[in-house]
Nanobody, 124 residues
Framework: QLQLVESGGGLVQPGGSLRLSCAAD????????IGWFRQAPGKEREGVSC????????NYADSVKGRFTISRDNAKNTVYLQMNSLKPEDTAIYYC?????????????????WGEGTLATVSS
């Protein structure tokens, strides 16, 4: 069983930055690929980014490519999502999720464990 806790959300102006963290409570953290997902009001949950168990492979949605960076520190059982040049349309609840595979995926159906989410609001 793997428990995930997100943090780092908040209110930021357009063009600003936030860094989200996903802390995992469990062993063999490097066996799990981690994905970041988001759900905006009235919209379906979508995959934003993912990182393989080793951290050697990453993937991004086109809408965030070049602005968001995912990384992980397996010694700290933590995955990060650095979000720069934020736009109002990035406003959403951000969830991290773990997959019982080291292979990166942004598919919701591939994920086995979910955190409860952290809200990021981009507004002036």
């Amino acid at each position: 069983q793997l428990q995930l806790v997100e943090s780092g959300g908040g209110l930021v102006q357009p063009g600003g930055s936030l860094r989200l963290s996903c802390a995992a409570d469990g062993f063999r953290f490097n066996y799990y690929a981690i994905g970041w997902f988001r759900q905006a009001p009235g919209k379906e949950r979508e995959g934003v980014s993912c990182i393989s168990g080793s951290g050697g492979s990453t993937n991004y949605a086109d809408s965030v490519k070049g602005r968001f960076t995912i990384s992980r520190d397996n010694a700290k059982n933590t995955v990060y999502l650095q979000m720069n040049s934020l736009k109002p349309e990035d406003t959403a609840i951000y969830y991290c999720a773990a997959r019982r595979s080291s292979l990166c995926s942004r598919d919701i159906d591939d994920m086995d464990y979910w955190g409860e989410g952290t809200l990021a609001t981009v507004s002036s």
